[in-house]
């Protein structure tokens, strides 16, 4: 499989391309915060749990990603990662990550953030949607 590089990521959720509202996507993995631990979890490590972590542009229209966190919060749906572009049909060469992240509203910052002097600058918020399970790795 290719390194990953950090410009060809493409970013779809839903059956939308959202690329363009994005600037950091991240999928991470840590330890699942659960009262109960099955013995079957103890053994492989402890319950794990997948998070799809963004950084995304602040824009009110209602095509927007920031919008659709905005108007969507509670729903589950799919999210699929190429971080080697394509985004038509999975290969081995641009493989894609795909799963159903819950959307849920950033702890912090939603709206609104510092001035600057730039004429270009824009406004970001940090989410962190959780997946329903593991996602797959899909190349074929």
Do not use: C, H
């Amino acid at each position: 499989m290719p390194t990953l590089g950090t410009r060809k990521l493409i970013l779809k959720v839903g059956a939308t391309d959202f690329t363009d509202s994005v600037s950091n996507v991240r999928i991470i993995a840590g330890d699942k915060d659960t009262d109960f631990m099955s013995f079957l979890e103890a053994s492989t490590g402890g319950a794990r749990e997948y998070k799809l972590a963004l950084t995304l542009k602040q824009d009110t229209g209602t095509a927007s990603l920031w919008y659709y966190a905005w108007s969507q919060a509670g729903t589950d749906v799919a999210a699929d990662v190429w971080p080697n572009g394509g985004g038509v049909t999975p290969s081995a060469s641009t493989p894609k990550v795909s799963g159903t992240v819950t959307i849920v509203e950033p702890d912090g910052d939603f709206l609104g953030g510092e001035a600057n002097k730039s004429n270009t600058a824009v406004f970001t918020t940090e989410v962190e949607w959780t997946y329903t399970a593991k996602p797959t790795l899909v190349i074929t």
